[in-house]
Every structure is written in C-alpha cells, then in structure tokens.
C-alpha cells in the first residue's frame, strides 16, 4: 500500500463559515432554478424517475435539495484504490495527499525547447520513469503524451493504456472518447488493475452523451468516477472565483447524482480543473495564482460534502525548464496540498496541456518530496525538544554534529533532494558547474538503464492486451475512425521491430 | 441627424453596448441614412478594437463584447442593404465551422464577427460540422476560403479529413485553407496541408486577406 503523505495539521482555510453556506446555497439554486442539460435519453429518465424535473424539449434537468444531498452523502468520503500490483493500492480521502503525473500533447526538445512529436520509444520511456519515480503515486490518462507518432487519434487512448499497463504497476488512469472506454475497461479488468475515469462537464452546464455514456459504463464496472468541472472562469463560468465554484460544484454535484442513481455508494473524486481564462490567448491561464485561491475554496466546501478532492493542477504557462515554471508548478501544487487535494497533478507538464517531457518529471518529483515533507509537519515531544540533549551539549564549545539524536532526526526533519544543486561554490565549479537540470537528465539516463517494473505483465495478460488492442483497431477502421493514411502509417509501426516496446 | 447616429453606433459599439447598437441600427434604418455607410462606421469601429487588441490595449472580453454589438446591429443593416437592392463589396467568401465532435464556438464566432466587419461574406456553418458538410458548403457558395477551428486534440485530426475530402473532390486548388482553435500550432497547419494558423482572432483577419493577396 503506498502511504503517500498524510498532513498532521490543519488544513489552510479561506472561506469563512457564512461563505460556505453561501456559495453550498447557491449551488443548489443553480441545480435547482437554473438547472443543468443533459444529452442522453437514459439519463433523462433516470432523472426524472427520482424526482427531478425534466424538460425533454431542451434536455434541462433541474434537482430537488433532497436527492442532490441524498446522492452527496451516498459518496463514500474515504477508499480503497486497486493498482496492478496492491503494493500500489492507496486509500484516497482524509488528510492523505497523491500525487500524480501530468500529460502534454508533445514532448519537447531540451536544447531547443521546441515541441516535438514523441516516438512510441519515448513514450515507454516516459512511463518507465514515471514507474521509478518515488513519489509520483499514479500514471493518469494521456501520460505521458496524448498520443505518439503513427498511432491514429482514436487509437491514441487504447494504445497509451496498453502502454501504461505494461510500463507500470501503479494504478493507472484511461479517459473516454469514441466509446474506448469499453475496451479501457477489458484491459483494466485482464490484469486486476482498477481504473479512473472521468466524467466531464462541458461548461456551461451541460453534460454530452460521451461523458454520461462513459459514466454508465464505468460506473457499472464498478471502478472509480472522477467528476471534472473543467470551466475556465471568463469564458466558460462567471470571471469571478465564487461564481466559477457554483457552476463548477453544480456540475460535479449532478455527475455525482447521476453517479449515484445508477449504483449508490460508486466511488466518485471530485476534480477542480478550472482555470481563469488567459484574456490575452483565449487559453486557460496556466500556473495563474487564481487557481490556488479557487482550489483552496473548492477543497474546504468539499470537505464539508465529504468526498475526496482531486486538483492542485500544476500546469505552468512556462515552454522552458526554467525559474517561471518553477513558480507556476510550486505555488499551485503547494496551496492544493495545504488545503488538502487528495491527489495533485504535477510530474512532467510544461506549457499547460500543451508540453510533457520526463526529465522535467524527475525535477518535480523532488518538488513533491519537499511538500510532503511539508505535510508531515513538526513533532513536538520529549525526544524532539531534546531537553536534556540542550542540556548535555551546553554552551560553545558543545555542539550536536556528532550526537546520536543528530544522526537519528536530521533526515526525518530535513528532505534532502536528489537532483538539486547544493554544493558548494569550489565543489560546483569543478564538478562542470551542473544545476537540477543536469541532474535529471543524469537521473533519466539512469533509470532506464536499471528500472524494471515489478511485476511485468504475464504472458497471459500480455496476449490479452494485444487481443483487447486489436479489437479496437478494428472497431474503429470497421467505424470508418482511422483513414487508410492513418492506417498505413500505423500497420508499418505494429510491424516494426520495436513493437510493442517495453 | 445621421452622422449623430453613426457616431452613437460607433460609440455604442466601442462601448460594448449590445442594445444601444441594435436600437442605433433600426434608427439608422428608419432615418434612411445608406445601409453601407453604416456598415462601414460599424466596421471601422470592429478594427479600432481589433487594432486595440493588436496593440495590447484591449483584452478578450472587451473583443468578444464589440464583436456581440456588432453582431446585433449586422443583420439590420444586411438586411436593408438586401431590400434596397444594394450589395456590400466583398472581399470573398469564407466557409467558416468547429469540426465534427468539436463543440467549441466562443473563437469561431469571435472570427466570423470579425471577418464580417472586414468586408468578407461569411457563412458560418455552426459547431460539431462533418467534413461532407465543408464540402457541400465550399461547393454551394464557391467559396474562396474554408475557416475550420478545433479546440481539442482529439479533434484537430478531423482538419486534415476535411483537407483530404477537398482533394478527394478535386476542389482542393481553388480554395485556400485556414485554421485555428486551442489544439493548432503552425507545425501541425503545415502537417496536415493548410493555408494558414493565426492563434488569434484579430490575426486570423490578417491572416484571410493574405490569403486572398489582399494584404
């Protein structure tokens, strides 16, 4: 069971009491008056069967108090999370804090900082080290890369969930699009592995048959639910952080009902994915302080509703391994993790969604190391004030280098971190003047040439995988959904000599 | 009389005020003051935004607020200009749509609005559009250029199908291609065969009239 890090003290707090009660009110006038719409008939009647009203002309649905807080406490507020190999499980709730990796459309060239397709060499890679990596605790959907290169975009998922599977015994994410959910859920299922998979608003207010289909199906594999409310505040909800958290709790609060409807006490995370809108690009504005103001708000009223919380995401506007990204990712992650978000994105992303590279991964997990060290807090007891250690060393001349409880304590107090550069002026100029960039790069060179994941997959599993595979590929080119372009490119990868790599 | 309802128009664009420029255009009708000179102050005021936005003096929702009150005085006039028999000179028309499985609008309408205001004849096919739907469209209104946005990776693919399906149909040479939306960048413009990635709404203005060497 991987611990994660528990934090031994309050959370950080910035609503008060009356502004809970507040935004919770208006939440439920918004599911209640303004209502959310739906585009799926099942859903529709599933609703209107308990007690919704429903009106069919716009597929609006708008909620009763009394089911939507019936639905808030069927959630159950603490669980457990299945992994390939159950020395990965992880009980997620309370004050336990994940964290996990996050995923960009392209990897990124570290001499030019220019995008680049990943090969499906790098994106095996890139789960290995993921796999190493000791405090990322889950590889999540579309990490690394959204896809690699040949592999045709509805086969991108299928193929990434293999690839995770293979590359990694933590629990493991896969997402919906075009139905391949359904075979997300085989591959899960050959291995005993569980999934988490998202259902997605698509702000304002309105749920797309993808998402409620993909809840349905999820929902009754009996794997867990990540509700998302994904709004980017200006553009897609009220430019307003109070305002953005109604509509945002009002999305996920009717995926939860919905959620619960079909099988009470199904497992559900609450995700804050919502970003200010960058008024410049029309972007979210990635690595903006906003986000920490609105995750820290989102975290406290969803402690009150009791179901775990997902967030703290640590995009960075950044294209470069630099000081920006450094910032972006540290304060967004750090606020989510004072706050309490049970399990934080952060490992590998640069420039939003947009950038993934490894060794920025590795940088970063160093980062987390140092806020779980953070959440641990500070013991205070008879051995940690050392009264009669203060005693014995006394003034100067005595001093503590050499004590037991020195030896003992200063790696329980400190976090020393791999890959930053800590050495002195003379040590750093001879050693090549290297910083953390360097160092993990070093560290990526390393992992690969030592890390095995354990287990890997048996023989059986693996046949399974390639048959789950191959069922997909021809489900979609059966569906008209990979052109022969596509397919050529593609038949020429899974000939290759390469293939599957792992 | 008229210029003080153009200036107010102006005004009432430059100041976001959607119902100001609608009741400002129905005036302008009812004081029969010529169609196209309203359009062409309402189009001048559009590019005093854009031009803003261009210089980083104006933001987004100051764009997406001109570009509303525009769009609420547009059809009164167009509408006038069509009953007096006049036309507007046109720059060229544009097919303009988000692609299949894609419901993204909020940047595709901002560049319609903005198209519309620079003198092109836009047809704006809406959200979530099929490729055979593109095409259908390219042929019906001879289109000079096809505008396709995708805000999603998973859906910027359906750009290049679109592309193919012109060449398929042997109309790819005598349209020029453009697109935009979240999940572009210049290097997948380039991949799949287009004409032009302008990231921004002003810039995709820019953008159509090279495209047409009306620069």
Same mark, same amino acid.
């Given at each position: 069971m991987l611990k994660g890090f528990t934090r031994i003290f309050k959370p950080l707090e910035i609503l008060t009491e009356e502004q809970i009660a507040a935004i919770h009110k208006g939440t439920l006038s918004v599911l209640k008056r303004t209502g959310l719409r739906f585009e799926s008939e099942r859903a529709l009647k599933l609703f209107k069967n308990n007690g919704c009203q429903v009106d069919y002309s716009n597929k609006r649905v708008r909620f009763p108090e009394g089911l939507v807080e019936e639905c808030l406490r069927m959630c159950p507020s603490s669980y457990h999370v299945g992994a390939r190999? *159950?020395?990965?499980d992880m009980i997620w709730g309370g004050n336990t804090t994940y964290f996990q990796a996050l995923s960009g459309t392209k990897s990124i060239n570290l001499d030019t900082w220019e995008p680049k397709t990943p090969t499906r060499k790098e994106y095996y890679d890139a789960i290995t080290i993921l796999d190493a990596l000791?405090?990322?605790?889950i590889v999540p959907w579309y990490t690394p890369w959204f896809g690699f290169k040949n592999v045709p975009p509805v086969m991108a998922m299928p193929e990434g969930l293999a690839a995770r599977l293979r590359n990694s015994s933590k629990f493991i994410c896969a997402n919906y699009s075009m139905g391949c959910e359904q075979f997300n859920i085989k591959m899960a299922k050959a291995v005993g592995a569980e999934l988490r998979t998202s259902m997605a608003?698509? *702000?304002?207010?309105t749920f797309y048959s993808d998402a409620v289909e993909s809840a349905y199906r999820i929902v009754n594999a009996g794997f867990i639910l990540l509700l998302v409310s994904g709004s980017v505040y200006g553009g897609t909800s009220p430019s307003t952080i109070a305002g953005s958290l109604i509509t945002g709790n009002a999305e996920i609060i009717a995926g939860l009902t919905l959620a619960q409807l079909i099988k009470p006490g199904t497992r559900v995370i609450a995700q804050d994915f919502s970003f200010p809108q960058?008024?410049?690009?029309?972007s979210p504005a990635f690595g903006d302080i906003a986000i920490s103001l609105h995750q820290t708000a989102f975290n406290q009223i969803w402690r009150k509703y009791g179901v775990p919380t997902d967030g703290?995401?640590?995009?960075?506007?950044?294209?470069?391994?630099?000081y920006q990204a450094a910032y972006e990712k540290t304060i967004n992650s750090f606020a989510g993790a004072l706050s309490g978000t049970n399990t934080i994105w952060i490992q590998g992303s640069l420039y939003g969604e947009l950038a993934f590279h490894p060794v920025q991964a590795i940088i970063d997990d160093d980062l987390v190391g140092m806020i779980g060290r953070f959440l641990r807090g500070i013991e205070v007891n008879d051995e940690t004030m050392a009264l009669d250690l203060i005693d014995e060393v006394?003034?100067?001349?005595?001093?503590?280098?050499?004590?037991a409880h020195t030896r003992k304590w200063w790696k329980k107090e400190q976090y020393e971190p791999k890959y930053a550069d800590r050495l002195t002026y003379p040590e750093w100029l001879k050693a090549g003047k290297k910083d953390c960039i360097d160092n993990a790069k070093k560290e990526y060179e390393r992992i690969l040439s030592t890390h095995k994941v354990a287990p890997p997959l048996t023989d059986k599993q693996e046949s399974e995988i390639e048959n789950i595979l191959q069922e997909a590929r021809e489900y979609y080119k059966k569906k008209g959904l990979i052109s022969s372009e596509e397919w050529k490119n593609y038949k020429k990868d899974l000939k290759s000599s390469n293939y599957p790599y792992s | 009389m008229d210029n003080e309802i153009l200036k107010n128009l102006r005004k009432a664009i430059l100041e976001y005020d959607i119902s100001g420029s609608a009741s400002l255009a129905k005036k302008a009708v009812e004081e029969k003051i010529d169609p196209l000179k309203v359009l062409n102050e309402m189009t001048k005021a559009i590019r005093e935004v854009g031009d803003g936005f261009g210089r980083g003096e104006l933001w987004l929702p100051d764009l997406v607020g001109a570009a509303d009150a525009m769009s609420a005085a547009t059809p009164i006039i167009e509408e006038e200009i069509k009953r007096r028999g006049s036309e507007r000179e046109s720059l060229g028309t544009i097919i303009l749509g988000t692609v299949f499985g894609d419901i993204h609008s909020i940047g595709k309408t901002m560049v319609a609005t903005l198209l519309t205001a620079e003198g092109f004849k836009v047809v704006d096919l809406g959200v979530d559009i099929k490729a055979e739907k593109f095409v259908e469209a390219v042929k019906k209104y001879n289109a000079n250029i096809l505008a396709m946005s995708a805000l999603m990776t998973m859906t910027a693919p359906e750009q290049r199908k679109v592309i193919k399906f012109l060449e398929d149909e042997g109309l790819r040479k005598g349209i020029k291609i453009m697109i935009g939306g979240g999940a572009i960048t210049d290097e997948f413009a380039k991949d799949i065969g287009a004409d032009g990635y302008d990231p921004t709404a002003p810039g995709a203005v820019k953008l159509a009239r090279k495209l047409i060497g009306k620069e």
């Open positions: 190999n *159950p020395e990965n000791e405090n990322n605790h608003a698509a *702000p304002p207010l960058n008024m410049r690009s029309g703290g995401v640590s995009y960075p506007s950044s294209k470069k391994i630099d006394g003034p100067i001349p005595g001093h503590y280098l050499g004590k | -």
